[in-house]
């Protein structure tokens, strides 16, 4: 590892409050994932944060903050898949992986250079149970290895609620959770995204604020929607399509 050994107390901090230990084991992982995403800040653009602070609590505590709804999502399913679209930086993804080495997780992004990134990640760290795939949602979501295929699926500032739907929901099974980290004051985007949550066969599931405010040191909202009913084949449209023309 190279460089000055990260501050990692709001990590910490954070598995505390679910009663999680902070293992030599995850601490290593975490240090070596914070200095990679330094390292790789510099060349390539994987987050406009460069304070290692507020990459610290922005990016990893606001992962951590899912884990309930993970663990709901993973209960009894053996092994459970877990998909998380536009990925990016690995967020949540990577964070979840660390602490959750039993699940499968699936890193998908349209961007190569960020997949790059996380095939070092995961080489480096050896985690075993996470395949980073370079395509884009609309594609990858016909395929039939992934469509219906999954527990959980996240999205964290992917896009407009209506177009993450559109974009996550075909990779879940009946019954499958997809998990929205959110801003505040999303009331218009949620009320402009119920005919696309009918239309793709999702009911909204909760809103709430997301748990460690105080650690991420910033108000967001959890939006979670269960998907009730397969969806139907013509979703997610062409690629492009969602984002221009989202459902409504
Ligand atoms: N989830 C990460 C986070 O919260 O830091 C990254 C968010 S970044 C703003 C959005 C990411 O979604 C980008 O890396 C982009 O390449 C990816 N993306 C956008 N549209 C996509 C699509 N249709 N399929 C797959 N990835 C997509």
Redesign the pocket.
């Given at each position: 590892m190279s460089g000055e050994p990260l501050d990692l107390e709001f990590v910490q901090q954070a598995l505390g409050r679910w009663g999680e230990a902070f293992t030599p084991e995850r601490e290593r992982a975490f240090q070596q994932y914070g200095q990679l995403l330094l390292q790789w800040n510099r060349q390539i653009n994987l987050?406009g944060l460069d304070e290692w602070s507020a990459i610290q609590r922005r990016?990893l505590v606001e992962s951590l903050a899912l884990l309930p709804w993970v663990d709901r999502a993973c209960e009894r399913k053996t092994p459970c898949r877990m998909i998380?679209?536009?990925?990016?930086?690995g967020?949540?993804g990577i964070p979840i992986a660390v602490v959750r080495p039993s699940l499968m997780i699936t890193l998908?992004?349209?961007?190569k250079k960020?997949i790059r990134f996380l095939e070092t990640v995961v080489q480096q760290l050896r985690l075993a149970n996470v395949v980073p795939i370079h395509?884009?949602?609309?594609v990858l979501a016909h395929q039939p290895a992934h469509r219906g295929r999954y527990h959980l699926a996240t999205?964290?500032?992917?896009?407009h609620l209506a177009t993450a739907c559109e974009?996550t929901l075909p990779f879940l099974a009946p019954g499958g959770l997809a998990l929205f980290p959110k801003g505040t004051g999303i009331e218009q985007e949620l009320a402009e995204s119920q005919p696309a949550l009918a239309l793709l066969g999702g009911e909204l599931l909760a809103v709430e604020p997301l748990p460690l405010a105080d650690l991420v040191g910033t108000a967001s909202t959890l939006v979670v929607v269960r998907a009730v009913r397969p969806c139907p084949p013509m979703y997610p449209r062409r690629?492009g399509v969602?984002?221009k023309r989202p459902l409504g």
């Open positions: 987050t990016l998380d679209v536009g990925t990016g930086a967020i949540p998908l992004d349209a961007t960020k395509e884009r949602a609309e999205a964290r500032a992917l896009a974009l690629p969602p984002a």
